[in-house]
């Protein structure tokens, strides 16, 4: 391993009434640790507890005492916002971002909503985050998603200028849909770092 590739770092971010050890999380850990890739998925309070601060300080509590390092943010469903507003805290631009089931705003489901308004709160600087987002970012979203409707995704997709793939009966792109392994942000991620 050549010290380009050296010290990347995999930051996964779960979304609401979720956590670090369930969907494709785990799977994506194992097979990017076997690539070298050192990977990292905090847990965040959902849905007692949450809201943007108390998941900007779980954060922080995980990473500030690692070294810095060339940083991919991955996101899955609230995991995205939470992606976008690292992003748009940081001065410092990310190594990539990877997006499944992105969305902003609320959805119309009552158990989501009141949890997930204060990643809401205030509108995104859409620029700053597109300036800032890595070399690299990709979004991928499932034509049936029984909670985020396509053209939600396609939004972020678009405000971020990144590449949307559209999963055919993908559903939410989580364990409920036989996602427990996720092949394409596997491989987007090791080309993304062929290229850091």
Not at 116 to 129: C, K, L, R, T, V
Not at 175 to 192: H, K, L, Y
Request: overall charge negative; glycine content about 10%.
């Amino acid at each position: 391993m050549g010290n380009k590739q050296a010290g990347l770092r995999v930051i996964v971010l779960h979304g609401a009434h979720g956590g670090p050890d369930t969907n494709w999380f785990p799977w994506l850990d194992n097979e990017l640790g076997a690539a070298g890739i050192d990977v990292l998925r905090p847990r965040f309070p959902t849905p007692h507890g949450q809201s943007l601060q108390a998941w900007l300080n779980a954060y922080d509590l995980a990473v500030t005492s690692l070294p810095l390092a060339p940083t991919i943010l991955v996101g899955h469903s609230l995991g995205c916002a939470l992606a976008l507003r690292l992003i748009e805290r940081s001065s410092e631009p990310v190594a990539g971002l990877f997006l499944a089931s992105p969305f902003a705003g609320a959805l119309g489901l009552p158990d989501y909503d009141p949890i997930n308004q204060s990643f809401f709160d205030e509108p995104f600087d859409w620029a700053g985050i597109a300036a800032r987002k890595g070399r690299t970012s990709q979004c991928w979203a499932g034509d049936d998603d029984p909670y985020v409707p396509l053209s939600r995704s396609q939004e972020i997709a678009d405000r971020l200028e990144s590449p949307l793939e559209v999963m055919q009966g993908g559903g939410h792109l989580n364990s409920e849909t036989g996602f427990n392994t996720f092949p394409q942000v596997r491989d987007a991620i090791i080309t993304a770092r062929n290229s850091i």
